[in-house]
Protein backbone atom coordinates (compact mmCIF):
# COMPACT_ATOMS: atom_id res chain seq x y z
CA UNK A 1 0.00 0.00 0.00
CA UNK A 2 1.25 3.77 -0.92
CA UNK A 3 2.84 5.03 2.64
CA UNK A 4 2.37 8.95 1.09
CA UNK A 5 1.44 10.88 4.83
CA UNK A 6 -2.21 12.36 3.43
CA UNK A 7 -2.60 8.40 2.71
CA UNK A 8 -1.36 6.09 4.92
CA UNK A 9 -3.74 2.63 4.59
CA UNK A 10 -2.71 1.09 8.01
CA UNK A 11 -4.50 -2.30 8.33
CA UNK A 12 -4.35 -2.56 12.19
CA UNK A 13 -6.38 0.12 13.30
CA UNK A 14 -9.84 1.78 12.62
CA UNK A 15 -9.87 3.90 8.65
CA UNK A 16 -10.16 6.94 10.86
CA UNK A 17 -8.87 8.48 14.24
CA UNK A 18 -9.70 12.08 15.34
CA UNK A 19 -6.62 13.35 13.90
CA UNK A 20 -7.09 12.13 10.62
CA UNK A 21 -10.14 13.96 10.08
CA UNK A 22 -9.04 17.23 10.60
CA UNK A 23 -7.50 19.13 7.07
CA UNK A 24 -7.99 15.43 5.45
CA UNK A 25 -7.79 16.34 1.56
CA UNK A 26 -9.20 14.49 -1.07
CA UNK A 27 -6.52 12.33 -2.89
CA UNK A 28 -7.38 13.82 -6.07
CA UNK A 29 -3.67 12.25 -7.37
CA UNK A 30 -4.77 9.05 -6.89
CA UNK A 31 -8.00 9.63 -9.58
CA UNK A 32 -7.87 8.72 -13.79
CA UNK A 33 -5.62 11.67 -15.53
CA UNK A 34 -8.70 12.05 -17.25
CA UNK A 35 -10.37 13.34 -14.09
CA UNK A 36 -8.18 15.38 -12.24
CA UNK A 37 -7.86 17.97 -15.44
CA UNK A 38 -11.43 19.32 -14.64
CA UNK A 39 -11.41 18.68 -11.16
CA UNK A 40 -8.35 20.82 -10.14
CA UNK A 41 -9.57 23.91 -12.59
CA UNK A 42 -12.63 24.16 -10.73
CA UNK A 43 -11.14 23.92 -7.73
CA UNK A 44 -8.48 26.70 -8.48
CA UNK A 45 -11.20 28.68 -10.78
CA UNK A 46 -14.10 28.97 -6.94
CA UNK A 47 -11.68 28.68 -4.76
CA UNK A 48 -12.86 25.34 -3.16
CA UNK A 49 -11.46 21.73 -1.75
CA UNK A 50 -11.34 18.82 -4.64
CA UNK A 51 -14.04 16.69 -2.86
CA UNK A 52 -17.33 18.00 -4.39
CA UNK A 53 -15.94 17.73 -7.90
CA UNK A 54 -14.31 14.28 -7.56
CA UNK A 55 -17.56 13.08 -5.91
CA UNK A 56 -19.56 14.66 -8.94
CA UNK A 57 -16.98 12.93 -11.74
CA UNK A 58 -17.01 9.87 -9.86
CA UNK A 59 -21.12 9.81 -9.78
CA UNK A 60 -21.28 10.85 -13.84
CA UNK A 61 -18.88 8.03 -15.06
CA UNK A 62 -20.64 5.30 -12.88
CA UNK A 63 -24.02 6.62 -14.52
CA UNK A 64 -22.32 5.94 -17.79
CA UNK A 65 -21.35 2.35 -17.46
CA UNK A 66 -25.12 1.18 -16.01
CA UNK A 67 -26.03 -2.04 -15.72
CA UNK A 68 -23.72 -3.11 -18.47
CA UNK A 69 -20.13 -3.12 -17.49
CA UNK A 70 -19.39 -5.28 -14.12
CA UNK A 71 -16.00 -6.64 -12.53
CA UNK A 72 -15.69 -9.92 -12.27
CA UNK A 73 -13.94 -10.92 -8.37
CA UNK A 74 -13.87 -14.23 -6.35
CA UNK A 75 -15.68 -13.48 -3.15
CA UNK A 76 -18.99 -12.75 -5.40
CA UNK A 77 -18.88 -14.66 -8.26
CA UNK A 78 -21.90 -13.41 -10.30
CA UNK A 79 -19.49 -10.08 -10.81
CA UNK A 80 -20.22 -6.42 -8.84
CA UNK A 81 -21.25 -3.67 -11.17
CA UNK A 82 -20.51 0.19 -11.00
CA UNK A 83 -23.31 1.55 -9.93
CA UNK A 84 -22.83 3.60 -7.14
CA UNK A 85 -25.06 5.34 -4.15
CA UNK A 86 -23.22 8.99 -2.91
CA UNK A 87 -24.33 11.84 -0.69
CA UNK A 88 -22.76 14.73 -0.15
CA UNK A 89 -23.47 17.63 3.11
CA UNK A 90 -22.83 20.76 1.42
CA UNK A 91 -24.20 24.23 2.72
CA UNK A 92 -25.60 26.74 0.86
CA UNK A 93 -22.64 29.33 -0.56
CA UNK A 94 -20.35 26.00 -1.67
CA UNK A 95 -20.03 26.54 -5.59
CA UNK A 96 -21.96 22.94 -5.75
CA UNK A 97 -24.31 23.93 -8.30
CA UNK A 98 -21.96 25.34 -10.28
CA UNK A 99 -19.55 21.92 -10.00
CA UNK A 100 -22.71 19.63 -10.28
CA UNK A 101 -23.62 21.68 -13.58
CA UNK A 102 -20.23 21.25 -14.96
CA UNK A 103 -19.57 18.12 -14.55
CA UNK A 104 -22.90 16.27 -15.15
CA UNK A 105 -23.71 18.68 -18.50
CA UNK A 106 -22.65 15.71 -20.71
CA UNK A 107 -25.01 13.38 -19.24
CA UNK A 108 -27.93 15.87 -20.09
CA UNK A 109 -26.66 16.88 -23.74
CA UNK A 110 -26.39 13.16 -24.71
CA UNK A 111 -29.78 12.56 -23.44
CA UNK A 112 -30.64 15.95 -25.42
CA UNK A 113 -29.56 14.39 -28.76
CA UNK A 114 -31.47 11.03 -27.92
CA UNK A 115 -34.71 12.50 -27.22
CA UNK A 116 -34.04 14.71 -30.56
CA UNK A 117 -33.70 11.50 -32.32
CA UNK A 118 -36.20 9.57 -31.00
CA UNK A 119 -38.58 12.55 -32.13
CA UNK A 120 -37.82 12.86 -35.11
CA UNK A 121 -36.87 9.28 -35.97
CA UNK A 122 -37.93 6.65 -34.05
CA UNK A 123 -41.44 7.96 -33.07
CA UNK A 124 -42.91 8.76 -36.59
CA UNK A 125 -42.08 5.17 -37.08
CA UNK A 126 -43.83 3.76 -34.43
CA UNK A 127 -46.69 5.63 -34.81
CA UNK A 128 -47.10 4.76 -38.29
CA UNK A 129 -46.61 1.20 -37.21
CA UNK A 130 -49.70 2.05 -34.41
CA UNK A 131 -51.71 3.24 -37.07
CA UNK A 132 -51.22 0.18 -39.90
CA UNK A 133 -51.89 -2.08 -37.23
CA UNK A 134 -55.43 -0.59 -35.88
CA UNK A 135 -56.41 -0.53 -39.52
CA UNK A 136 -55.46 -4.17 -39.84
CA UNK A 137 -57.35 -5.11 -36.54
CA UNK A 138 -60.29 -3.08 -37.88
CA UNK A 139 -60.27 -4.88 -41.38
CA UNK A 140 -60.38 -8.44 -39.04
CA UNK A 141 -62.77 -7.16 -36.62
CA UNK A 142 -65.13 -6.23 -40.01
CA UNK A 143 -64.44 -10.03 -41.46
CA UNK A 144 -65.63 -11.80 -38.37
CA UNK A 145 -68.93 -10.46 -38.75
CA UNK A 146 -71.02 -13.03 -40.53
CA UNK A 147 -67.87 -15.30 -40.70
CA UNK A 148 -68.51 -17.66 -37.88
CA UNK A 149 -65.83 -20.23 -39.49
CA UNK A 150 -62.71 -18.00 -39.73
CA UNK A 151 -63.74 -16.67 -35.94
CA UNK A 152 -60.75 -19.11 -34.04
CA UNK A 153 -58.41 -17.78 -36.95
CA UNK A 154 -59.49 -13.58 -36.56
CA UNK A 155 -59.09 -14.11 -32.61
CA UNK A 156 -55.23 -15.73 -33.07
CA UNK A 157 -54.44 -12.67 -36.15
CA UNK A 158 -56.11 -10.25 -33.57
CA UNK A 159 -53.73 -11.24 -30.81
CA UNK A 160 -50.57 -10.91 -32.15
CA UNK A 161 -51.37 -7.46 -33.37
CA UNK A 162 -52.43 -6.19 -29.59
CA UNK A 163 -49.14 -8.01 -28.45
CA UNK A 164 -47.49 -5.61 -30.69
CA UNK A 165 -49.76 -2.77 -29.95
CA UNK A 166 -48.85 -3.48 -26.33
CA UNK A 167 -45.71 -3.47 -26.56
CA UNK A 168 -45.47 0.25 -29.43
CA UNK A 169 -47.48 2.06 -26.45
CA UNK A 170 -43.64 1.47 -24.26
CA UNK A 171 -41.63 1.65 -27.01
CA UNK A 172 -43.10 5.12 -27.47
CA UNK A 173 -42.12 6.21 -23.85
CA UNK A 174 -39.52 8.80 -24.26
CA UNK A 175 -36.24 7.52 -23.12
CA UNK A 176 -34.14 8.71 -20.51
CA UNK A 177 -31.08 8.99 -18.57
CA UNK A 178 -31.41 10.48 -15.59
CA UNK A 179 -33.99 12.49 -13.06
CA UNK A 180 -33.86 14.89 -10.59
CA UNK A 181 -36.62 14.25 -7.97
CA UNK A 182 -39.51 11.84 -8.15
CA UNK A 183 -41.40 9.99 -6.07
CA UNK A 184 -41.02 5.84 -5.82
CA UNK A 185 -43.47 5.38 -8.09
CA UNK A 186 -41.85 7.91 -10.78
CA UNK A 187 -38.70 6.66 -10.54
CA UNK A 188 -40.20 3.12 -11.17
CA UNK A 189 -42.03 4.53 -14.37
CA UNK A 190 -38.50 6.47 -15.14
CA UNK A 191 -36.84 3.74 -15.18
CA UNK A 192 -38.88 1.79 -17.84
CA UNK A 193 -38.21 4.96 -20.01
CA UNK A 194 -34.42 4.49 -19.51
CA UNK A 195 -34.60 0.15 -20.29
CA UNK A 196 -34.36 -0.48 -16.82
CA UNK A 197 -31.56 2.11 -15.95
CA UNK A 198 -31.69 5.72 -14.55
CA UNK A 199 -29.37 8.01 -12.67
CA UNK A 200 -31.19 10.33 -10.09
CA UNK A 201 -29.20 12.95 -9.43
CA UNK A 202 -29.69 16.08 -7.50
CA UNK A 203 -27.89 19.08 -6.36
CA UNK A 204 -30.70 20.16 -4.07
CA UNK A 205 -32.27 16.75 -2.59
CA UNK A 206 -34.58 18.33 -0.39
CA UNK A 207 -37.81 17.06 -2.11
CA UNK A 208 -35.86 13.44 -2.40
CA UNK A 209 -34.97 13.17 0.90
CA UNK A 210 -38.49 14.28 1.74
CA UNK A 211 -40.24 11.46 -0.10
CA UNK A 212 -37.17 8.85 1.56
CA UNK A 213 -38.15 10.18 4.81
CA UNK A 214 -42.16 9.08 4.38
CA UNK A 215 -43.62 12.00 3.13
CA UNK A 216 -46.04 10.13 1.42
CA UNK A 217 -46.40 7.23 4.04
CA UNK A 218 -49.35 6.19 6.54
CA UNK A 219 -47.67 5.09 9.18
CA UNK A 220 -45.70 7.39 11.28
CA UNK A 221 -42.37 6.41 11.37
CA UNK A 222 -42.48 5.35 7.49
CA UNK A 223 -39.92 5.38 5.26
CA UNK A 224 -39.54 4.53 1.41
CA UNK A 225 -36.30 3.65 0.30
CA UNK A 226 -37.18 0.31 -1.08
CA UNK A 227 -36.90 1.24 -4.96
CA UNK A 228 -33.40 2.56 -3.91
CA UNK A 229 -32.31 -0.94 -2.41
CA UNK A 230 -33.33 -2.91 -5.13
CA UNK A 231 -31.68 -0.22 -7.65
CA UNK A 232 -28.33 -0.48 -5.88
CA UNK A 233 -28.34 -4.58 -5.93
CA UNK A 234 -29.75 -4.68 -9.44
CA UNK A 235 -33.00 -6.64 -8.74
CA UNK A 236 -36.41 -6.70 -10.57
CA UNK A 237 -39.01 -4.40 -9.39
CA UNK A 238 -42.64 -3.98 -9.56
CA UNK A 239 -45.04 -1.73 -8.13
CA UNK A 240 -48.98 -2.42 -8.52
CA UNK A 241 -51.23 0.22 -8.85
CA UNK A 242 -55.04 0.40 -8.22
CA UNK A 243 -56.26 2.55 -10.85
CA UNK A 244 -53.30 0.70 -14.00
CA UNK A 245 -51.43 -2.02 -14.84
CA UNK A 246 -48.78 -2.98 -12.56
CA UNK A 247 -45.40 -1.70 -14.09
CA UNK A 248 -42.43 -4.33 -13.61
CA UNK A 249 -38.85 -3.18 -14.19
CA UNK A 250 -36.39 -6.73 -14.49
CA UNK A 251 -32.58 -5.92 -13.39
CA UNK A 252 -33.63 -2.67 -12.53
CA UNK A 253 -30.10 -0.12 -11.80
CA UNK A 254 -30.02 3.02 -10.26
CA UNK A 255 -27.31 5.37 -9.58
CA UNK A 256 -27.41 7.88 -7.10
CA UNK A 257 -26.07 11.45 -6.51
CA UNK A 258 -27.73 13.55 -3.81
CA UNK A 259 -26.19 16.82 -2.16
CA UNK A 260 -28.02 18.10 0.61
CA UNK A 261 -28.23 20.63 3.25
CA UNK A 262 -26.72 19.81 7.36
CA UNK A 263 -30.32 19.27 8.37
CA UNK A 264 -31.77 17.16 5.57
CA UNK A 265 -28.85 14.77 6.99
CA UNK A 266 -29.98 15.24 9.80
CA UNK A 267 -33.57 14.52 9.31
CA UNK A 268 -32.25 10.58 7.24
CA UNK A 269 -30.08 9.76 10.27
CA UNK A 270 -33.27 10.52 12.88
CA UNK A 271 -34.97 7.16 11.02
CA UNK A 272 -33.09 4.74 12.12
CA UNK A 273 -34.64 1.91 9.73
CA UNK A 274 -32.77 4.00 6.81
CA UNK A 275 -29.51 2.63 8.83
CA UNK A 276 -30.63 -0.98 9.61
CA UNK A 277 -32.33 -1.34 6.58
CA UNK A 278 -29.36 -0.80 4.95
CA UNK A 279 -30.08 2.19 2.99
CA UNK A 280 -27.91 4.97 4.08
CA UNK A 281 -24.95 2.38 4.16
CA UNK A 282 -24.71 1.96 0.62
CA UNK A 283 -24.17 5.41 0.04
CA UNK A 284 -20.44 6.95 -0.08
CA UNK A 285 -20.58 9.94 2.52
CA UNK A 286 -18.81 12.96 2.35
CA UNK A 287 -18.70 16.50 3.51
CA UNK A 288 -17.65 18.77 0.48
CA UNK A 289 -15.99 21.09 3.30
CA UNK A 290 -16.38 24.10 0.65
CA UNK A 291 -17.05 27.51 2.15
CA UNK A 292 -18.36 30.62 -0.23
CA UNK A 293 -15.49 32.71 -1.15
CA UNK A 294 -15.63 35.20 -3.49
CA UNK A 295 -13.72 35.03 -7.15
CA UNK A 296 -9.82 36.59 -7.05
CA UNK A 297 -9.27 39.76 -9.04
CA UNK A 298 -7.67 38.80 -12.32
CA UNK A 299 -8.06 35.00 -12.37
CA UNK A 300 -9.54 33.48 -15.29
CA UNK A 301 -12.93 32.07 -15.23
CA UNK A 302 -13.29 28.37 -15.67
CA UNK A 303 -11.51 27.24 -18.49
CA UNK A 304 -14.10 24.57 -20.90
CA UNK A 305 -11.13 23.16 -22.66
CA UNK A 306 -10.57 21.65 -18.94
CA UNK A 307 -14.01 19.21 -19.86
CA UNK A 308 -13.06 17.96 -23.37
CA UNK A 309 -11.72 15.04 -23.04
CA UNK A 310 -13.44 14.17 -19.75
CA UNK A 311 -17.11 14.38 -22.03
CA UNK A 312 -15.46 12.57 -24.76
CA UNK A 313 -15.12 9.43 -22.18
CA UNK A 314 -18.10 9.84 -20.49
CA UNK A 315 -20.05 9.75 -24.24
CA UNK A 316 -17.08 6.74 -25.38
CA UNK A 317 -19.22 4.89 -22.43
CA UNK A 318 -22.51 5.97 -22.48
CA UNK A 319 -22.36 4.80 -26.41
CA UNK A 320 -20.47 1.10 -25.49
CA UNK A 321 -22.39 0.09 -21.88
CA UNK A 322 -25.21 2.54 -20.84
CA UNK A 323 -27.14 2.32 -23.75
CA UNK A 324 -26.24 -1.23 -24.32
CA UNK A 325 -28.19 -2.83 -21.56
CA UNK A 326 -28.61 -5.98 -22.94
CA UNK A 327 -25.16 -7.16 -23.07
CA UNK A 328 -22.94 -7.49 -19.70
CA UNK A 329 -19.45 -6.99 -20.32
CA UNK A 330 -16.95 -8.43 -17.42
CA UNK A 331 -13.84 -6.91 -16.18
CA UNK A 332 -11.09 -9.39 -14.88
CA UNK A 333 -8.68 -8.59 -12.78
CA UNK A 334 -4.99 -8.75 -11.99
CA UNK A 335 -3.44 -11.36 -9.39
CA UNK A 336 -2.61 -7.86 -7.97
CA UNK A 337 -5.68 -6.17 -7.82
CA UNK A 338 -7.14 -9.68 -6.65
CA UNK A 339 -4.29 -9.66 -3.40
CA UNK A 340 -5.81 -6.01 -2.63
CA UNK A 341 -9.20 -6.62 -2.50
CA UNK A 342 -8.67 -9.47 -0.35
CA UNK A 343 -6.45 -7.50 1.99
CA UNK A 344 -9.56 -4.87 1.88
CA UNK A 345 -12.38 -7.17 3.00
CA UNK A 346 -10.06 -8.83 5.94
CA UNK A 347 -9.76 -4.79 6.88
CA UNK A 348 -13.23 -4.42 7.00
CA UNK A 349 -14.04 -7.68 8.55
CA UNK A 350 -11.20 -6.81 11.37
CA UNK A 351 -13.23 -3.73 12.09
CA UNK A 352 -16.40 -5.00 12.51
CA UNK A 353 -15.58 -5.83 15.76
CA UNK A 354 -14.18 -2.13 16.66
CA UNK A 355 -16.99 0.04 16.23
CA UNK A 356 -20.70 -0.27 17.62
CA UNK A 357 -23.24 -2.43 16.02
CA UNK A 358 -25.13 0.62 14.79
CA UNK A 359 -21.73 1.15 12.66
CA UNK A 360 -21.90 -2.53 11.24
CA UNK A 361 -24.23 -2.09 8.58
CA UNK A 362 -21.93 0.55 7.23
CA UNK A 363 -18.82 -1.65 7.46
CA UNK A 364 -20.13 -4.51 6.11
CA UNK A 365 -20.57 -2.50 2.84
CA UNK A 366 -17.54 -1.02 2.64
CA UNK A 367 -15.86 -4.08 0.63
CA UNK A 368 -18.62 -4.08 -1.88
CA UNK A 369 -18.26 -0.25 -2.52
CA UNK A 370 -14.57 -0.29 -2.65
CA UNK A 371 -14.52 -2.43 -5.42
CA UNK A 372 -17.80 -0.53 -7.69
CA UNK A 373 -14.94 2.47 -6.81
CA UNK A 374 -12.37 0.54 -8.21
CA UNK A 375 -14.35 -0.57 -11.60
CA UNK A 376 -15.59 2.95 -12.28
CA UNK A 377 -11.96 4.46 -11.96
CA UNK A 378 -10.98 1.93 -14.36
CA UNK A 379 -13.54 2.23 -17.23
CA UNK A 380 -12.47 6.07 -16.94
CA UNK A 381 -8.62 4.60 -17.84
CA UNK A 382 -9.94 2.86 -20.24
CA UNK A 383 -12.80 3.74 -21.79
CA UNK A 384 -14.93 2.06 -24.26
CA UNK A 385 -11.83 -0.52 -24.18
CA UNK A 386 -13.16 -1.50 -20.16
CA UNK A 387 -13.93 -4.95 -20.26
CA UNK A 388 -10.79 -5.81 -23.01
CA UNK A 389 -8.42 -4.75 -20.02
CA UNK A 390 -7.98 -6.34 -16.71
CA UNK A 391 -8.05 -3.91 -13.58
CA UNK A 392 -4.46 -3.51 -12.17
CA UNK A 393 -2.98 -3.96 -9.17
CA UNK A 394 -2.28 -0.31 -9.64
CA UNK A 395 -5.84 1.09 -10.11
CA UNK A 396 -7.17 -0.65 -7.20
CA UNK A 397 -4.31 0.84 -4.58
CA UNK A 398 -5.39 3.78 -6.34
CA UNK A 399 -9.06 3.19 -5.61
CA UNK A 400 -8.30 1.95 -2.09
CA UNK A 401 -7.24 6.08 -1.36
CA UNK A 402 -10.39 6.97 -2.62
CA UNK A 403 -12.26 4.52 -0.18
CA UNK A 404 -10.09 5.03 2.57
CA UNK A 405 -11.43 9.12 2.21
CA UNK A 406 -15.18 8.30 2.00
CA UNK A 407 -14.89 6.15 4.95
CA UNK A 408 -13.33 8.63 6.98
CA UNK A 409 -15.57 11.37 5.40
CA UNK A 410 -18.42 8.43 6.96
CA UNK A 411 -17.32 8.27 10.23
CA UNK A 412 -17.39 11.83 10.96
CA UNK A 413 -20.46 12.53 9.83
CA UNK A 414 -22.23 9.62 11.46
CA UNK A 415 -19.98 10.10 14.91
CA UNK A 416 -23.02 12.63 16.18
CA UNK A 417 -25.22 9.64 16.07
CA UNK A 418 -23.03 7.08 16.81
CA UNK A 419 -22.53 8.91 20.18
CA UNK A 420 -26.42 9.23 21.05
CA UNK A 421 -26.46 5.20 20.32
CA UNK A 422 -24.20 4.27 22.19
CA UNK A 423 -24.72 6.97 25.10
CA UNK A 424 -28.76 4.92 24.65
CA UNK A 425 -26.80 1.36 24.76
CA UNK A 426 -25.20 2.01 28.22
CA UNK A 427 -28.13 3.51 29.35
CA UNK A 428 -29.81 0.17 28.70
CA UNK A 429 -27.11 -1.59 30.16
CA UNK A 430 -27.07 0.17 33.90
CA UNK A 431 -31.03 0.17 34.32
CA UNK A 432 -30.64 -4.00 33.20
CA UNK A 433 -28.15 -4.78 35.82
CA UNK A 434 -30.60 -1.52 38.37
CA UNK A 435 -33.46 -4.16 37.52
CA UNK A 436 -31.76 -7.16 37.83
CA UNK A 437 -30.15 -6.57 40.93
CA UNK A 438 -27.66 -9.12 40.86
CA UNK A 439 -24.43 -9.43 39.29
CA UNK A 440 -24.30 -10.74 35.96
CA UNK A 441 -22.01 -12.34 33.32
CA UNK A 442 -21.00 -10.90 30.29
CA UNK A 443 -23.11 -14.04 28.40
CA UNK A 444 -26.13 -13.02 30.62
CA UNK A 445 -25.60 -9.39 29.38
CA UNK A 446 -25.37 -10.60 25.80
CA UNK A 447 -28.68 -12.53 26.04
CA UNK A 448 -30.57 -9.43 26.84
CA UNK A 449 -29.42 -8.09 23.53
CA UNK A 450 -28.58 -4.84 24.78
CA UNK A 451 -25.76 -4.91 22.34
CA UNK A 452 -24.86 -6.29 19.14
CA UNK A 453 -22.22 -8.62 19.95
CA UNK A 454 -19.42 -10.00 22.37
CA UNK A 455 -16.86 -7.88 21.73
CA UNK A 456 -19.18 -5.05 21.51
CA UNK A 457 -20.82 -6.22 25.23
CA UNK A 458 -16.81 -6.52 26.92
CA UNK A 459 -16.36 -2.85 25.07
CA UNK A 460 -18.91 -1.26 26.29
CA UNK A 461 -18.60 -3.02 29.88
CA UNK A 462 -15.33 -1.67 30.15
CA UNK A 463 -15.81 1.73 29.08
CA UNK A 464 -18.57 2.17 32.07
CA UNK A 465 -16.04 0.23 34.29
CA UNK A 466 -13.66 2.73 33.88
CA UNK A 467 -16.35 5.99 34.31
CA UNK A 468 -17.16 3.79 37.51
CA UNK A 469 -20.53 3.09 36.61
CA UNK A 470 -20.11 -0.41 37.11
CA UNK A 471 -17.98 -3.02 38.59
CA UNK A 472 -16.95 -6.33 38.71
CA UNK A 473 -17.96 -8.48 41.52
CA UNK A 474 -15.26 -9.58 43.79
CA UNK A 475 -13.58 -12.46 43.25
CA UNK A 476 -15.86 -13.62 40.05
CA UNK A 477 -16.42 -12.28 36.17
CA UNK A 478 -19.73 -11.11 37.00
CA UNK A 479 -20.81 -7.61 36.50
CA UNK A 480 -23.30 -5.31 38.84
CA UNK A 481 -23.92 -2.19 40.08
CA UNK A 482 -21.35 -0.45 42.37
CA UNK A 483 -22.78 -0.46 46.00
CA UNK A 484 -24.88 2.50 46.59
CA UNK A 485 -24.46 3.00 42.85
Excluded at 90 to 98: C, D, E, I, L, N
Excluded at 220 to 233: C, I, P, R
Excluded at 271 to 289: A, C, E, I, Q
Excluded at 427 to 444: A, G, H, T
Aim: aromatic share 6%; charged share 25%.
Amino acid sequence: MSTETNNVIDFNRPASTAEDVVERPFPVDALPKVWQTPIKELSRALQVPPALAAACALATYSAALGKTLWVRHPMLPGGTPGNLFIMGVAPSGGHKTVIFNHLLAVLRKKERVILEQFRSETLPRLRARQKIIKMQMEQLTNSKKGNVTNSADVVTKMTGLQKELDSLDEQMLPPRLQIEDATSEGIVRTLRNGQGTLSLHSDDARKVVDNICGRYQQAKDGTDEAVFLKGYSISDITVDRAKSDSISIPDACLSVLLLIQPDKFSKLLEKDGLVDGGFLPRFLLFSSHAEHRPWPENEPGINPEAFVQYDRIVTELLDTYRLQPETRQFVEFDPEAEDVLRRVDAYACAMQGQYPSSFSPFVSRWTENYWRVALVMHAAEHGANAHKVHLSGATAEAAFKVAVWFIGEQQTLLSGVNQKRADAQADRLINYLQRKNVPLSVRDIQMAKISGNSAETKRLLNQLASEERIMQQPGTQNWMIPPGG
